[in-house]
Every structure is written in C-alpha cells, then in structure tokens.
C-alpha cells in the first residue's frame, strides 16, 4: 500500500492545476477542490491505520535505489498529523466557499484563492512526509508561498503592511534554513533523515550541537517559539477569517512537528533540554500576558496561539515518552481548537460587523448559535475539564512532575498559570463582545473615549514630506485625501449597537459556513471521547520517535551507510 | 575535506551585506538583501560540495574525479525559488507604492499605540473595559437619538 503515500501530495497538487484552468467556472472549481480535499482525508486515515498496523510506510520516488533518491515516509505521528490537517482544511475550503469572499469582500478575488489554498495543503502534507531535510525546505517553501499570496490577498494597505513582515521573515529564515542543511551535508554528507541518524552520532559533541542549534532556530522561527515570534501576532489578524484560521492552525505546527522530528530523530540525546525549557516557559508566560491585553478578539486569539506553543515545545523539551505523547496530543487538539475559534471570528466579524471588543455587545442574544460555538472550543482552549484541552494539559503537568526537575516544575507552573491566564483572556472577550447589550458597549466606548469617533480617529503628522496617519505613511498630499484613504481601509467605524439600528447587519448567515464551523467543534469535542484510543496512539508514536531503529530500518532496509 | 577559502569569504561578505539590507527601512533595498542573502548561501552549498571535480555524468568513466552534484541540484532547486521569491517581493514593492505613494516597511500598528499610550502615561483600551471603568467613573456624553 506504499502507493498511497504520495496522494495526499498529488492530489491537492493536481487539483490546484485543475482550479487554475477552471478559473471561469467557480462551480466546478469548487467541486474539484472539494473533491481533492476530501480524498485526502480518506487516504490521510487509510495510512493512519496502515502505520497503526504494519509499521512506517515508506516510498522512494522514481524508483531510485536507496539512498539515492527522495523518500516519503509516514510513520504514526506523520499519519496523525496528516490526518488532522486534512480534516482542518477541508473544513476551512467548506467555510471559504460558504463565505463567498467575492460577495462580502470586494477586494478577495476567489479564483486566486482555489488553487493556492491547494497548494498549501500540499505543502503540508509534503512537509509532514518528507524524509529528507531538502524536501522538507521545498515543503516549507510551497507553505510558504501559498500562504504569501493568501495573506495579501486583495492587496489592500492592512494586508500590504502585515505581509511584508510576514514575507520578510520567513525569507530569512528560509536562508536560516539552507544555510543549516549546507553545513548539515558539508558534515555528514547526506540530506537523508534516515541516514543522517546514524552518521550524526559520529560527529563531534560540539558540531553536532552547532548543527541542532541551526535547525532550532530555523525551526523555531516557523513555530513562534518565544524570542523569535512578534511576526506572528501582527500579520495573521489582517486576513481574511478562513486564511487566517487555517494559517493559525497548520503552518506554526508545522514547524512543531520538524522540531519533534528532528529533535528524536537526529539528536536523541540533546544537551539542551534546559534550553528548551526557558524557551516553553517564556513562550507559554509573555504571549499569554500579551493575549491578555489585547482589545480585538482576532489579536488576543493570535498571541494564546503562540503562547500555547510553549505546551508542545514543553513536552517536547523533557524528551520522555510521556513528554512527547502529551506534546503529540497537544497538537492534535490545538490544529482543530484554533482554526475553529478563528472560523467564530469570521462569523462574528460577518453578523457583528467587527472583531473589536469596543465594537461588540450583545451577540449571545442576537446570535446564540455563534456564542454556542465559540463558547465550547474557548473553553476547551482555556482548558475546562471534560475536554481535550484539559486532558493535554493533565498530560503534560504529569510528564513534567514524573521528570521533577526543578526547572520542569517551574515550567509545569507557568502552564498552570497559563492556562488561568487564556481562561481569563476568552472569558474577558466572551463578557464582553457576547453578554453585554450593545448599549451598554455603545455606552461604555463612548464614554471611555471621551467624544464620539476619537478611538477610529487617527493621529495626523507631518515629518519629513511625508503625511502619517496612524500607523500608516502616505507621500505629501492633501491631508483630507489621505484620510480617506485611511477611512476607507478600516471600513465602517461604526460599533454593533449602531449598525444593528440601522439594520445594516446580515441576520442569516450561509449554511455551509456556521454548518462547517460547528462541524470542527464537534471534532474538537470529539477528541474528548476518544481521548483514551488518541493518547494510546500519541503513545505509541512517541516510542517510536524514541526508538529510532523503526524508522531507520523501514526507510534503509539495507542498514545505514 | 578541504574547503575553498574563497568561497566562503564570499559567502561571508554576501550573506553580511544581504543581512543589512534586509534591515533597511525601503522594501526595495529588502529585496536586494534577500537577494544577496540568497547568493551568499548558494555559494555556501558550493563550500559543502568539497573540492571542484570533472562534470558528473552517469557512465562516464571513473566516479573519483567528479564534482559532487547534489549541492549543485539543491543550488538549482534554491535559485529557482529565490527568483519566486523576488517576483513577489517586487510586486508587493510596487502595490506599496500605488498605495502610499513610496515602499518603506511601516510600523507594527499595536507597537506604535503601545508607545503612544506609554507616552501619554494611559492604561489600553482592554484595561479599562476589562476592569469596568466605563460604568461609573466616567461621566456618560449626551448622544441623540438613544433609547433612554
């Protein structure tokens, strides 16, 4: 069954072909999307069992004898993640089509948006199986590229600004990244994972360490590890909700997941565990303090998702089974609980005109089916028991306490802490944007802003030949025609109490979308009730990350050479 | 394995002078840091390939002499993107211009209030929703037309 290996690849990729040549005929495009995407779902869970079953899958491209070639290799945490993607994006393209950005955002050309969005998922599944580090590098470059052209989709100026950080930064870690894997080759000479586990413990302590530093970094860019993720918080809000949802639940997991790999696979026996540990225990503290004082839901969502890293780089830094089983856990439940929370978004930006926490009141009365679905994933987020938020946790706190160093129980305390922290955090947005009346907002920003429109009105100066207005620049030109360019980027400045009374509000909202959203939240709860089967596999997959003569062995049948 | 000094001396002032680029303020001169960044570790692969051999083609004598050609297939592979990358870059250079009227990379809105509200020593808009301000300190402006 090794022939299926590359289909969650192929078939995103050839149907991103197809959308292109379809580009007139939306319906077809988005049969043909669909289609893919649903496939690999179907063949993401067939090699969930098969891994389950009959060991790492392992394909050589071309037929090239090994080690020569490309290899693709599924193993149970290839599998899981694959699978948990397949889900997420499918879900995410359902949404996107109900959404129809064409008709709600004049500036999103959906044509353009089929077949990047397939690229992406191709990327991530070539990313999860990718067994050598250069294929890896292309994986995370067709990610990447994809998530480029979907971040400044439109090309409006909020877009413009956020995905010239966003580009810039991953550029550099891209170079970040070939620069670790030529001194990677120019040490062991292959780019093989299999291989380069038995040829990494040869080399020196401290060139190997070099060598684990580089990927570190260049992987901890991609994930949002602390000191290296204030990209992250100020380019993902700008776009459009299922970009954005899909973004904050795949590709900083991505990066995740190359950690992990490269973690057990090449470096099992890593001198940096305390390394690690500070970089968990400033991630899960400052992002979460950040969360804490955001003002726009979309914003505080993006800094807990960069704070909730610090769980997985958690477990992954205690390098024990349990670590790593709880880490893997994590994952799984974090993809699904932050794409939903982001699709809500999209639904309460569409019914309540605005994601800002000035701006919203009252939605749990005019919306109940929004503040359902975005009160159970913010609390599975927060980590309430029964839910899979909570039991990860429970996982987690356990391995560090087995671990019981003091640095491990320090860092099993700031998740604790954390996690008080993201309930205070989505409890706050829920008060708030859900359980006020939107009076009461109305009342409240007014008077904490003094007059009426001072918060949207934007600070006018002129320095250096140049107008800046806000956070924006413009050439010399009359102030007026510059505020208006400005006024229209920020679209309405007007609060939901407002729009509601002028009935500019849509009351119904597509089908397809709250249908796909409150399709994720079962997912996610679904995790709870088969928490026990999940963690088994999480298990399992961590004794294979550790024992690494499985993967080894299923890759180069014919020992390393 | 020996190792050209030249090259890497290359490689050090290439990646050294793409790495000040990138920090400079105009998009434009961005994209020729990434640029030089991108050259400079390509020639980094060369350094990896070891010592300059004879061209390595399959069947054609001898393997010993030849160059090593998989630094060279990842070089390719390298260029092929940073050229997307580039096209990119420059595009999003020119729909900065239309929009502003230049290219500079602008400020991190939420930094740019955070340094405002420092300035003017004020707590953020979430602090004082968060904690109520609003309810019974503030004195309630008139407003026409609201529902008494």
Known sequence: MTWLVPLPVLLPLLGAGLTLVLSRRPVLQRTVSTTALSAVVVVAAILLYQTDRHGPQVLWIGAWKEPLGISLVADRLSALMLLVSAVVTLAVLVYSIGQGM??????????????????????????????????????????????????????????????????????????LFLISIAAVYAATGSVNLAQLAGRLDDLPDELSLVLQLLLLTTFAIKAAVFPLSFWLPDSYPTAPAPVTAVFAGLLTKVGVYAIIRTQTLLFPDSPLTDLLLVAALLTLVVAILGAVAQSDIKRMLSFTLVSHIGYMLFGIALGTVMGYAGAIFYVAHHITIQTTLFLVLGLVER?????????????????????????????????????????GKVALTD?????????????????????????????????????????????????????????HEHHVVEHRGHVHIGASTFATMDREEARSIIDEDDGSNQDLFQLSQQDALPTRLP????????????????????????????????????????????VLPGGPS | ????????????????????LVLERSLTRVMVGLLMLGNGVNVLFLVS??????????????????????????????????????????????????LTGHDDVQDDVEDREIRRLAAADAASDSFDLASGAGEDDLEMPEEEGRPA
Not at chain 1, 130 to 147: I, K, P, Q, T
Not at chain 1, 153 to 169: E, P
Not at chain 1, 410 to 430: D, P, R
Not at chain 1, 526 to 547: H, M, N
């Open chain 2, 49 to 98: 390939g070891g010592a300059p051999g004879r061209a390595p083609i399959v069947r054609e004598g001898d393997p010993e002499p030849m160059s090593d050609p998989l630094p060279q297939a990842l070089v390719l592979t390298a260029i092929v993107i940073s050229l997307a990358t580039t096209a990119f870059v420059l595009a999003m250079a020119y729909r900065s211009w239309q």
């Open chain 2, 1 to 20: 394995m020996t190792a050209s000094l030249t090259l890497i001396v290359a490689a050090a002032a290439m990646i050294g002078c793409g790495v000040y």
């Open chain 1, 399 to 455: 391995a560090g306490i087995r671990v019981g160093t003091p640095l491990a129980y320090v860092v099993v305390a700031a998740g604790m802490l954390t996690s008080l922290l993201t309930l205070y955090a989505v409890a706050k947005a829920w008060n708030l944007a859900f359980w006020r009346t939107p009076e009461e907002a109305h009342d409240m920003t007014r008077a904490l802003t003094g007059e009426a429109q001072r918060t």
């Open chain 1, 102 to 175: 064409t008709g709600s955002e004049r500036d999103t050309p959906m044509t353009i948006y089929h077949p990047t969005f397939l690229v992406l998922a191709a990327g991530v599944a070539n990313a999860f199986l990718a067994g050598d580090l250069f294929n890896l590098f292309v994986s995370f470059e067709m990610l990447l590229f994809a998530s480029y052209v979907l971040l400044t989709l439109g090309g409006t100026g909020a877009r413009i600004r956020a995905g010239t950080i966003y580009v810039v930064v991953n550029v550099v870690s891209s170079a």
């Open chain 1, 351 to 391: 019914r309540g005109g605005s994601t800002s926490l000035l701006r919203l009141g009252g939605l749990a009365r005019l919306a109940p089916v929004i503040a359902l679905l975005y009160f159970v994933p913010a609390m599975n987020l927060a980590g309430i028991p029964p839910m899979s938020g909570f039991l």
């Open chain 1, 511 to 554: 089908r397809t979308m709250v249908g796909a959203t409150a399709s994720l939240v079962t997912v996610s709860l679904a995790f709870t009730i088969v928490a026990g089967g999940l963690f088994g596999y999480a298990e399992r997959a961590a004794e294979d990350l550790l024992d690494r003569d499985g993967y080894i062995d299923a």
